[in-house]
């Protein structure tokens, strides 16, 4: 090819001159015949394993050390050789026996015929002569000492990179070739951000990834690969489950644009291979679908999405894409209070048969994030703090989904907002976060995030009723109620209909009567989708505003009956906020381990 890469560039370092040394009193001293076959054969071994590069290189001592202690060593014949290669050093003192050594290099190889069988000691013999002869006086100075230098322990001595430009190394050479002018790309970059991806020093890792991708690969003015630095740390992002990072302030929309287009590559690679179709990669576009319509917050979409999967899957195999289906499908219902029937999902024998260990550990934190839903939406905080928390399984956990006053561990530019405004809600200071609110709202419109979207414009039209604008917040609450009313989000929705009957109830202060019986109705939808999330502390609060605007219309009967049920409610939340530990979740948990247990012992 016209753009490919010259062959990678030689740099004559001390260790190959120790490497020289052994070939030549391997091959061509008088005494190299009578070396025992076994030792010879060692030393054979060691040349290759260091002239392959396939490790770092030995230091001199260490390559000393490997020399003498191959089989047959102990004979006088190996011994007299190994004498020979340990003290041929002392003997390249300066630049005049260092270049009289070089000098008898040609007799290592000799010119052959294509017919000819080649060997890579002589390619390697080859490769360092033509490397010496290139080297100018300063350069032989330098190769000298750095070998001296090294053979005394100086580790880094004769490794220093070398910058190719004008004015680093053109006293080191008299002849330069087309390698020797440019800095062609070397993987040392990327064996650093291997090394920091594995330690989670994500600095190191990002900064090496971008000097690898941006080193010289071709002569064109594109690399053509820069792109895989953006798609290894959006990989890396997606595995440590940062999906926040790894979308870095991209539209969602963008993502089904790249589902079109990864569709596409993957039939025309598919054509063009001939290969079977994989059941596993093709059900995963639907699987990749479903999870980017529930983060908009199009759940319906989702769930036809989900639905393909499971149908078209196979149930009790390692099939990551099913897993991941069952997980959101049993979380989301959970949020929409069916906790039973979530966990009742999760716990199926076909759902958990076949996974691996590390979607066993997904699957054990799911359940454990539906308990601990239900477990905070009842304001059961003791029970959460002294036997949910300590029994929590390893993975991603952000503590402000359930507890808002919690230190933020993932910062998210939208819910970090909104969790900050439902926390000075509580404390009657939700007017101080009206900045904050804004910004959630600009940055969940432009990223699509419908569903953060809908939440924000409750918190703004509840905001509003307490700078004295109920019929603006009447007015924002109308207009995005069509979105809220058909229960994808329960919670959601109660909180919208709740802040809809405020909002009503306050702007018809010259028609009293008729802003109270417009805003019962939402005030039952928001009592009754409070009572199935088990809601308590919210459910309280719609109660005895329901008892106050039957009062206000003189339905006696109906306030009494509403002002019962708050009782009752209250009475519900202190019994189970006392409770430590509940029969049912430690059963579940019961579960869980015996489980794992019974997946750990397949392997």
Request: with cysteine.
């Amino acid at each position: 090819m016209d753009d490919a890469p010259p062959p990678t560039d030689h740099v004559l370092r001390p260790h190959h001159v120790d490497l020289l040394i052994i070939l030549v009193f391997a091959f061509k001293e008088p005494d190299c015949k009578d070396i025992p076959p076994a030792f010879l054969l060692h030393l054979y071994r060691t040349l290759l394993n260091e002239i392959s590069e396939v490790s770092r290189p030995q230091s001199h001592n260490d390559l000393m050390k490997t020399v003498c202690s191959g089989p047959g060593a102990d004979s006088e014949k190996s011994q007299r050789v190994i004498t020979a290669i340990q003290a041929a050093h002392s003997d390249l003192t300066s630049a005049d026996q260092i270049t009289n050594f070089f000098g008898n290099l040609p007799s290592l190889f000799v010119e052959k015929t294509e017919d000819m069988r080649r060997s890579i000691f002589g390619y390697f013999s080859r490769r360092c002569f033509v490397s010496f002869l290139k080297l100018s006086f300063s350069g032989v100075v330098k190769l000298q000492k750095d070998y001296q230098s090294w053979c005394h322990d100086d580790a880094s001595a004769g490794y220093d990179p070398i910058v190719k430009d004008q004015l680093s190394n053109s006293d080191l050479l008299i002849f330069k070739t087309q390698a020797d002018k440019k800095s062609w790309a070397k993987p040392d970059a990327y064996e650093a951000w291997e090394k920091g991806y594995a330690t989670g020093d994500e600095n190191v890792a990002t900064e090496n990834l971008r000097r690898f991708f941006e080193q010289h690969f071709h002569e064109n003015n594109d690399s053509g690969v820069r792109q895989h630095a953006l798609l290894n740390l959006v990989r890396m992002h997606y595995l440590r489950n940062e999906v926040t990072a790894a979308r870095k302030d991209q539209p969602l929309s963008a993502a089904f644009v790249k589902i079109d287009q990864a569709i596409g590559l993957y039939d025309h690679w598919l054509d063009g291979q001939g290969k079977p179709l994989i059941d596993e990669e093709h059900w995963a576009q639907h699987a990749v679908q479903s999870v980017v319509w529930n983060t908009i917050g199009c759940n319906k979409l989702a769930s036809i999405e989900e639905s393909i999967v499971l149908a078209f899957t196979q149930s009790g195999t390692e099939d990551h894409n099913r897993i991941t289906m069952f997980l959101n499908r049993a979380y989301r219902r959970a949020r929409q209070g069916s906790y039973s029937e979530a966990l009742a999902m999760l716990l199926e024998p076909d759902v958990w048969r076949g996974l691996t260990i590390n979607d066993y550990t997904t699957w054990a934190q799911e359940i454990w994030h539906i308990l601990v839903l239900r477990a905070t939406r009842r304001g059961q905080d003791r029970l959460f703090r002294e036997f949910l928390l300590p029994r929590r399984p390893p993975g991603d956990y952000n503590p402000r989904i359930y507890l808002h006053d919690a230190v933020c561990v993932s910062p998210d530019k939208v819910r970090d907002p909104l969790y900050e405004v439902i926390q000075m809600r509580r404390c009657d200071q939700a007017t101080s976060a009206i900045d904050q609110l804004l910004k959630a709202l600009w940055h969940s419109e432009f990223l699509t995030r419908f569903s953060d979207y809908r939440t924000g414009i409750i918190l703004l039209a509840d905001v509003s009723i307490e700078f004295h604008l109920p019929k603006r917040s009447q007015r924002i609450l109308e207009e995005i109620m069509p979105q809220i009313i058909n229960g994808s989000d329960l919670e959601q929705r109660a909180f919208g209909c709740f802040t809809l009957a405020r909002s009503i109830i306050a702007a018809s202060a010259s028609a009293k009567a008729t802003g109270l019986q417009e805003a019962l109705p939402y005030l039952k939808i928001a009592e009754d989708d409070y009572r199935a999330l088990e809601i308590n502390t919210s459910l309280m609060h719609v109660q005895y505003l329901l008892s106050v605007v039957y009062h206000n219309l003189g339905m006696s009967q109906e306030r009494d009956t509403a002002a019962q049920r708050h009782l009752m409610t209250l009475e519900l939340q202190r019994k189970q906020e006392a409770a430590v530990v509940e029969d049912d979740m430690q059963r579940v948990l019961e579960v869980v381990e015996l489980v794992g247990a019974h997946l750990a012992g397949r392997y």
